[in-house]
């Protein structure tokens, strides 16, 4: 059983940055890949970011390549996400997940979420 916790939330306003933080814990933690999603009132889910936890690739879609940044501390079992240059379409609740297996067609373990604000 993995759990994960995110942090770092809160009201912004446009233009302005935010780093979150997705703390692992649990069994002997060791992913495949991670990720981060968000979903806004009213619509579907949406992947934002995603990390190999070995070879550190990574994965943007369009909407935010060049602004978001995901990383990890393997030492701290936690993932983060930068986000920069904040837009109001960016406010939705922001989730990390867990992928054991590259194989894995879904991913295994979900957080909670924290909600993210950008007023303009």
């Known amino acids: 059983q993995v759990q994960l916790v995110e942090s770092g939330g809160g009201l912004v306003q446009a233009g302005d940055s935010l780093r979150l933080s997705c703390a692992a814990s649990g069994r002997t933690f060791s992913p495949a890949i991670m990720g981060w999603f968000r979903q806004a009132p009213g619509k579907e889910r949406e992947f934002v970011a995603s990390?190999?936890?070995?070879?550190?690739?990574?994965y943007y879609p369009d909407s935010v390549k060049g602004r978001f940044t995901i990383s990890r501390d393997n030492a701290k079992n936690t993932l983060y996400l930068q986000m920069n240059s904040l837009k109001p379409e960016d406010t939705a609740v922001y989730v990390c997940?867990?992928?054991?297996?590259?194989?894995?067609?879904?991913?295994?373990?979900w957080g909670q979420g924290t909600q993210v604000t950008v007023s303009s």
């Open positions: 990390i190999g936890w070995i070879d550190l690739l990574t």
């Open positions: 997940a867990c992928k054991l297996r590259y194989s894995s067609s879904e991913y295994d373990y």
